[in-house]
C-alpha cells in the first residue's frame, strides 16, 4: 500500500500538500519552443496525462493546478483519471479574463468564471496576469479585485489569487480581500522571482492563508533532490508545493523526493 502524502486545508477543502502542476503537460516548457511543442505532441491523446494523474492519485495526491479553458484535454484527464482510481480531484483553475472596467469586459470576465465553475472547479486563482494588472502600488490595493471575487464567490468556488508579483500577496492580506490560498514563485535559484530568495522566504511565512509554491525546480534548471528538499524545508506545514512532470516515471520520482524531504530522509534509489 502506498503511502498517503500529508493533507492541508484551503478554506474547509482539503488538499494534498503536493499538488500536480500541468505545465509539462499543456506545453509550458519555459525553456524552448520546440521543447514547448515536444510537450504538446507528447499529450496530445489524453491517455499519457490520464497515467500521471494515476500515478499521483495512488499516492492520494488529490489536487491538480492547470489552466484548464487553454488546455481543453485536462478535465476529461481527470475525469478518465477518477475513474479508473475511485477517487475524486481537486480541481485548481487558472482563468484568463478580461479586466477592463466596461459592461463588456465585466460579462466576458462572469462569462469565463461561470464556465470555470461548470468544469467542476473547486478553487479559482486566476492567472497572475490578471489581478496584476490592476495593483497599485502607490494606493497597497488591487482595484476592483473585490469585483471579480465576488463573482468566484457567487459561482460556487473558493477564491485564491495566482501571483508573480510578490505584492498581490501582501496586498489580499493588508486589505483583507476574500482570497484564500495564493500562487508564488519560489525556489533555490531564484528562477522567475521578483525578490531574493530570503525576502520570499519571508513572505510566504508572514502571508495569513497557504501559499502554493510553485516552480521549485526552476523548470529543470535544478535537480528534484535540491530544489524540492529546499522547498520543503522552509514553507511551513500549511503551504503546497506544485510539481510538473512529462511522464508517470518522473511523478514517482518527484513523489520519492518529497516523501523523503517531509521525512528527514535519504530518497530511493532509482537506479
Known amino acids: 500500500m502506498q503511502p498517503i502524502f500529508p493533507r492541508t486545508t484551503i478554506e474547509e ?27 504538446k505532441e507528447r499529450h496530445y491523446e489524453t491517455d499519457l496525462t490520464v ?4 500515478t499521483f492519485l495512488s499516492y492520494d495526491i488529490n489536487c491538480i493546478l492547470g489552466l484548464f479553458d487553454y488546455d481543453g484535454h485536462l478535465t ?8 479508473s482510481a475511485g477517487k475524486n480531484m481537486v480541481i485548481i483553475d487558472e482563468p484568463v479574463f478580461p479586466v477592463d472596467d466596461t459592461p463588456e469586459g465585466r460579462r466576458e470576465a462572469l462569462r469565463i468564471i461561470r464556465g470555470s ?9 486566476p492567472l497572475h496576469s490578471v489581478f496584476e494588472q490592476l495593483l497599485n502600488k502607490n494606493t497597497h490595493r488591487i482595484d476592483r479585485i473585490e469585483d471579480y471575487l465576488y463573482m468566484i464567490r ?29 500562487i508564488q514563485i519560489y525556489n533555490c535559484q531564484g528562477f522567475l522571482m521578483q525578490r531574493d530568495v ?22 529543470g534548471r535544478i535537480s528534484p533532490f535540491v530544489g524540492l528538499n529546499f522547498v520543503w524545508n522552509t514553507i511551513r506545514d500549511q ?10 516515471q ?6 520519492e523526493y518529497s516523501l523523503a524531504a517531509l521525512q528527514r530522509r535519504m530518497p530511493g534509489n532509482f537506479h
Open 13 to 39: 477543502t482539503e488538499v494534498s500538500r503536493l499538488i500536480i502542476g500541468c505545465n509539462w503537460i499543456s506545453g509550458f516548457s519555459h525553456r524552448t519552443f520546440s521543447q514547448d511543442q515536444m510537450i
Open 51 to 54: 497515467k500521471i494523474l494515476e
Open 76 to 83: 476529461d484527464a481527470v475525469r478518465q483519471a477518477e475513474r
Open 117 to 125: 465553475a461548470a468544469r467542476g472547479t473547486k478553487i479559482c486563482m
Open 154 to 182: 457567487e459561482a460556487g468556488m473558493i477564491p485564491g489569487a495566482s501571483a508573480h508579483m510578490p505584492e498581490i500577496v501582501e496586498y489580499c492580506d493588508e486589505n483583507d480581500y476574500d482570497v484564500q490560498t495564493y
Open 198 to 219: 530570503e525576502a520570499t522566504a519571508r513572505l510566504i511565512h508572514n502571508a495569513k492563508k497557504p501559499v502554493l509554491t510553485i516552480k521549485s525546480m526552476a523548470a
Open 239 to 248: 503551504d503546497m508545493v506544485a510539481v510538473g512532470c512529462f511522464t508517470e
Open 250 to 255: 518522473e511523478a514517482v520520482e518527484d513523489i
